[in-house]
C-alpha cells in the first residue's frame, strides 16, 4: 500500500494529489471513474480532510477531475484530448470474469489489518511467529545446503518430501498410502480448488456442512457449484442427512472437516464415521476430508482422519502445514487415487509448473528432523493456554452475553450471542475500538455468531481484546 512520507518537505495534499495523478495516467481511475469521498481518502490515509480537499483542488484546477453536486468527485473525460477514450476501463474488468472476489466481511477485515496492523487479530486462521517453528526452520536451513538443480520439479511434488509424507502420514495419522498417490499443493485452499476446478461441473450439487469454511471460499461458486447444507451439532453433521441430500439433488461430493471443525470446533463422534462411511458407501459418493487440525489436540490422542479408516478409497485427504508450522511455506498435500493425482497434477502444471522445490526442501527435512516432535507438543501447549486464556476473558467480560462450548483442539472458538446485533454493525464497532474478528455469517450461520482464532493474537493482548469487544457488544445492546 503506498503512504505518505510525513518527513517529505513536500506538503502532504502535494504528495496526495501526484499519487493520484499517477494513478489515474495509469488507467487504475479510467475517466469517468468515481475517486473516494475526500472523508474515506482522510480516514484511508489518516491525514485531515482538509488536506484531501486541497489534494483534489489541486487535481481540478489542473482538469484532471471534476466535482459535482450530488455525483461526488470523478475523473475527467475530457483531459489530455482524445488519449483516455483509448484507456482501458480497468473497473469494469476488475468487475468481470468468472472467479468471484473475497467475501465483503472477508475483504474489509483483511484491509482493516493491512491498514492497522495493531489490530488485535482474532481473525486470521494462522498461527502467530511466536508459534512456529522458525528457530528450528533457521538450524535446518544453515545445516543443509540446498543445491539440487532450481529447475521446474515435478508437478506432482518434490519425491522426498512426498517419500517424507508417506512415513509423516503412517506415524501420526495412521495412514498408509504411497508416494505416487500424493500430490503436494499450495496448501489446503489449492487443494480444494483443483478438485472443485478438474473434479466437478458447473451445475453439480455438492454437500459441505452448516457452519463451514467453504462459505468463506468464493471458489465454490466461481465454479458453479450448488451447495447444500450439512447442519452441525455437537457431534458433527448426522450422516442421514447426506442420504436425504442425494435423494433431492443428487449430491455428487461430500465436503467434510471432521476433526476441530472450522468454525466450531467439534469432532465427528467415532458412531457417526462409522455411519458416513456406511451411508457414503452406499451411494458411491467420494468425500473430501480436510484435516488441517488434527495434531493440535490439548490433551487427549489426536483423532484419527477418516483416511486412517477408508479401506474402498472413497477419501480424498486434504492436509497441510499451514495450522502445525508455518503458513508462509504454502506446503499441503492430497493423498487420492493415483488417476485423481495424475489429472490434477497435470492442472496444477497448466496453472504454475510446480511449486517452488525450496520450501518443499525444507518441509521434507522438518518433518524427518527430531525437532518435529517436541514443536508439535510446544505447539499443544501453548494453544491450550491461549485458549483457556480467550475462554477466561469471555467469561470475565461476557459471561451474561455469550455462550460457547470449549474446543479440545485447533485454533478456534465458536460463540453464540445472546442479544441480537447486526453482524457489519458490530465489526465497525470493535474496529473502531482496535479489535478484529469474523462474524459468523462468513460461514454460513445465522447473525448472532461470532469465530475468535486465538493463535494469532499475542497472549498478553487477547484479554484486553475481548475487553474492546465486549464495549463494542454492549454500546450495541444498551
Not at 502444471?349 to 518441509?363: E, K
Request: glycine share 8%; aromatic share 10%.
Amino acid at each position: 500500500m503506498w503512504e505518505l512520507d510525513r518527513h517529505s518537505g513536500k506538503p502532504l495534499y502535494e504528495q496526495i494529489a501526484d499519487h493520484l495523478e499517477q494513478r489515474i495516467s495509469y488507467g487504475e481511475f479510467p475517466p469517468g471513474s468515481l475517486l473516494p469521498s475526500e472523508r474515506k481518502l482522510a480516514d484511508q490515509l489518516g491525514v485531515n480532510r482538509s488536506t484531501v480537499i486541497l489534494a483534489y483542488a489541486e487535481l481540478r484546477a489542473m482538469g484532471i477531475i471534476e466535482s459535482r453536486s450530488g455525483s461526488g468527485t470523478r475523473v475527467s473525460t475530457s483531459k489530455w484530448g482524445a488519449t483516455p477514450k483509448h484507456t482501458p476501463n480497468w473497473s469494469r474488468y476488475a468487475e468481470g470474469g468468472s472467479f468471484l472476489p473475497n467475501l465483503p466481511f472477508m475483504r474489509k477485515i483483511r484491509e482493516a489489518l493491512n491498514q492497522h496492523p495493531s489490530l488485535i487479530d482474532f481473525a486470521s486462521g494462522e498461527l502467530a511467529a511466536d508459534l512456529a517453528p522458525m528457530e528450528e526452520i533457521a538450524e535446518l536451513m544453515s545445516e543443509h545446503r540446498y543445491t539440487s538443480y532450481l529447475g521446474y520439479d515435478n508437478p506432482q511434488g518434490y519425491i522426498p518430501l512426498r517419500q517424507a509424507l508417506v512415513s509423516y502420514l503412517n506415524t501420526y495419522r495412521g495412514i498408509q498410502t504411497a508416494e505416487s498417490s500424493i500430490l503436494i499443493t499450495s496448501g489446503s485452499q489449492q487443494s480444494l480448488y483443483l478438485i472443485t476446478q478438474c473434479l466437478l461441473s458447473p451445475g453439480d450439487a455438492v454437500a459441505i456442512e452448516d457452519p463451514s469454511y467453504c462459505y468463506s471460499l468464493p471458489m465454490f461458486q466461481s465454479a458453479g457449484l450448488r451447495l447444500f447444507r450439512l447442519p452441525v451439532d455437537q457431534h458433527g453433521i448426522c450422516p442421514d442427512d447426506i442420504r436425504s441430500l442425494y435423494k433431492k439433488h443428487r449430491i455428487k461430493m461430500v465436503f467434510t472437516n471432521p476433526n476441530f471443525q472450522n468454525p466450531t470446533g467439534t469432532v465427528l463422534s467415532a458412531e457417526r464415521r462409522k455411519q458416513l462411511f456406511e451411508v457414503t458407501s452406499e451411494l458411491g459418493l467420494p468425500v473430501v476430508e480436510d484435516d488441517p487440525f488434527g495434531l493440535t489436540a490439548f490433551e487427549d490422542a489426536p483423532p484419527m482422519p477418516l483416511k486412517s479408516m477408508d479401506v474402498n478409497g472413497s477419501i480424498l485427504y486434504i492436509g497441510s502445514f499451514s495450522k502445525i508450522a508455518a503458513s508462509g511455506l504454502r506446503i499441503g498435500w492430497m493423498v487420492a487415487p493415483r488417476s485423481i493425482v495424475e489429472r490434477l497434477a497435470d492442472a496444477r502444471q497448466q496453472m504454475d509448473f510446480g511449486l517452488s522445490v525450496i520450501p518443499q526442501q525444507v518441509a521434507a527435512q522438518f518433518i524427518k528432523s527430531a525437532y518435529f516432535l517436541p514443536h508439535l507438543e510446544r505447539l499443544r501447549t501453548q494453544l491450550h493456554f491461549k485458549r483457556d486464556l480467550l475462554i477466561e476473558s469471555l467469561q470475565k467480560e461476557l459471561a451474561d452475553l455469550v455462550t460457547f462450548t470449549p474446543p479440545r483442539g485447533g485454533l478456534h472458538l465458536w460463540c453464540h450471542l445472546r442479544p441480537q446485533v447486526h453482524d457489519g454493525k458490530l465489526l465497525e464497532e470493535s474496529l473502531k475500538r482496535g479489535v478484529v474478528f469474523v462474524p459468523g455469517s462468513v460461514y454460513g450461520s445465522d447473525s448472532g455468531f461470532v469465530r475468535f482464532t486465538y493463535a494469532r493474537a499475542k497472549t498478553e493482548n487477547i484479554g484486553e481484546g475481548i475487553s474492546r469487544f465486549a464495549e463494542a457488544l454492549r454500546e450495541l445492546t444498551s
